[in-house]
């Protein structure tokens, strides 16, 4: 009899967590802890069985956040499922792509985040890794992530290098966050940076090509044209066409009141074309 109490205590026990947890913004094993709790009083977990709308599998979750898989799991779904930065979409709509004779089936069935920046489609390239990827790198990631979320379904994520068994954030998945900021920062800086050098206007001909400069040039309106300069980045070696402004205080500065009136001429990161006159608007290249 004592058993039988502690059995209807328990269901009703579980019952409560399913209701309260099963309805929020994330992943709770509640499963995993009745059966602990079960097995501290020395009775089986068989009895207890909780339905999924999604999958009957144990280590498949259900919340507003979708089902939870393993990558074991995952795999079943080839052809069906793909995955990147752990989110899981059914792609199963995009048959012609990700179907048995799509051209990028590689996709399907894991979570192979990095090749979508390195092209490198085999087994060592198709991994939920982003060790050694840049800013700019993770940016064109997401960019992939947010396209899968406006094309296809969102079916919930895989337990991995992005999520842990419990659907929670990994330190990886917090690493690429970081690195998303720091793009979108980046994106900003050089926003400036073009608004201050804007891109040269450029023709390319058979033996003779051009760069020059207009009030106008790179998009950007406004009342000098400027020169054209070689723009590196710091301790690099690329460079791009900017138009640079001759007159009037350096950019980093404008309240100056000791400036030379040479605008951004001195700035450390610009060069000479060769063979071009330093105040000529135009040069052959």
């Known amino acids: 009899m004592a058993v039988l109490k502690v059995a209807v205590f328990v269901a009703i026990f579980s019952f409560v967590l399913y209701w309260y947890f099963g309805n929020k913004d994330y992943f709770f094993n509640y499963h995993d802890l009745v059966s602990q709790l079960l097995s501290i009083l020395g009775l089986s977990a068989s009895p207890l069985k909780f339905r999924s709308e999604q999958s009957e599998s144990s280590s498949s979750l259900n919340s507003h956040s979708g089902i ?4 074991e799991e995952l795999k079943k779904y080839k052809y069906q499922y793909l995955a990147i930065v752990g989110e899981v979409y059914d792609v199963s709509k995009g048959d012609k792509h990700y179907g048995r004779e799509g051209g990028y089936n590689f996709f399907t069935g894991i979570d192979g985040t990095k090749a979508f920046v390195t092209g ?88 003779a090509s051009r760069v020059w400069c207009s009030n106008k040039s790179g998009g950007y309106s406004r009342s000098w044209a400027g ?17 640079v402004r001759t007159e009037g205080p350096p950019s980093t500065d404008m309240n100056s009141k000791t400036h030379k009136n040479r605008g951004d001429l001195d700035n ?18």
């Not at 939870?68 to 990558?71: C, H, Q, V, Y």
């Not at 890794?129 to 800013?135: M, P």
């Not at 020169?227 to 690329?238: E, I, L, N, Q, T």
């Open 68 to 71: 939870l898989l393993s990558k």
């Open 120 to 207: 490198e489609f085999n087994e060592k390239g198709l991994v939920d890794s982003i060790e050694g990827l840049d800013a700019r790198a993770i940016k064109s990631i997401e960019d992939w992530k947010l396209m899968y979320e406006k094309e296809y379904k969102h079916v919930g994520k895989v337990i991995g290098n992005f999520y842990d068994a419990n659907g929670l954030e990994t330190s990886s998945k917090r690493k690429y966050n970081q690195l998303l900021k720091d793009a979108e920062q980046l994106k900003k800086y050089e926003e400036e940076l073009k608004k201050m050098f804007p891109p040269c206007n450029a023709e390319f001909k058979n033996r």
């Open 227 to 243: 020169v054209p300069r070689k723009m590196f980045s710091a301790g690099g070696k690329d460079f791009r066409c900017a138009c």
């Open 268 to 285: 450390p990161n610009l060069r000479l074309y060769d063979n071009c006159d330093p105040t000529s608007n135009s040069c052959s290249i």
